[in-house]
């Protein structure tokens, strides 16, 4: 997985914004992140795949397999690779 180049992470008064910082496809206004999507955009350059991502959010928030929660990090990981946030690493940014 890759993050897409277009955008920086900041933290600016307790909260995580991600800022683009040239015009591009996914959106070209910050979108505010909570701390679950903050994480998922950190780590993703570390993970090949989506299931190693969505492995290593549950593992750090202690998230039960089968669970609705790891449903939901699963769907909204699918959301960011949907709309260009997130880079499958066969995609270009």
Known sequence: MQSN?????RYI???YILMPICTNNASNDPILLNDVAASI???APFHQNRE????KIAQEYELTKGSAEIAAVDSFISQMVDIGLLL????EI
Request: net charge negative.
């Open 5 to 9: 180049s277009s955008f920086v992470l």
């Open 13 to 15: 008064h307790e909260k």
């Open 41 to 43: 955009w950190e780590s």
């Open 52 to 55: 190693e991502l969505l492995a």
């Open 88 to 91: 499958e690493q066969s995609e």
